[in-house]
């Protein structure tokens, strides 16, 4: 029997809705083990000091890692959330583009471990986040 594909980069894009359609998310690579995503930094990004507001980070590796977990696990009947989301801050970004890039270094039964580094568009690091999504079954009840 074939393993089903994960969804292309492009299907993913045309489903992002919500809070994810509102702060910009752009997929550019997506598979179970790697993950690269963007943001264009607007003023609705930007916390009073004028930096992108550290939630950015922190929701943009979640969405990330949570999207690469659910659709590796959902052929299986699961399904996959947010479980912890520990962010640091290393140098601010005020313009240009946050660029994210995730890597799983565990995909065990019930709990995925994801990496996330940011950059700007110089290529330096500017946060970095430990992402812990939960594997759960699929349940009609909720």
Not at 40 to 54: N, S, T
Not at 59 to 76: G, K, N, R
Not at 83 to 111: E, W
Request: net charge negative.
């Amino acid at each position: 029997m074939a393993t089903p594909s994960l969804p292309t980069v492009e299907q993913l894009n045309e489903a992002v809705t919500g809070y994810d359609r509102h702060y910009g998310l752009e997929l550019l690579e997506f598979t179970e083990t790697e993950v690269r995503a963007r943001v264009a930094v607007r003023e609705e990004v930007k916390q009073p000091m004028g930096l992108v507001h550290g939630g950015l980070y922190a929701s943009l590796a979640e969405s990330m890692s949570s999207l690469a977990t659910a659709a590796a696990v959902m052929t299986e009947g699961k399904v996959a959330m947010g479980m912890s989301n520990s962010t640091s801050f290393l140098r601010p970004i005020t313009q240009g583009t946050v660029h994210a890039h995730a890597q799983r270094l565990h995909g065990g039964r019930t709990t995925w471990i994801w990496d996330v580094t940011f950059s700007d568009d110089e290529g330096r690091t500017c946060a970095v986040t430990r992402m812990t999504i939960a594997v759960r079954p699929f349940s009609e009840d909720g």
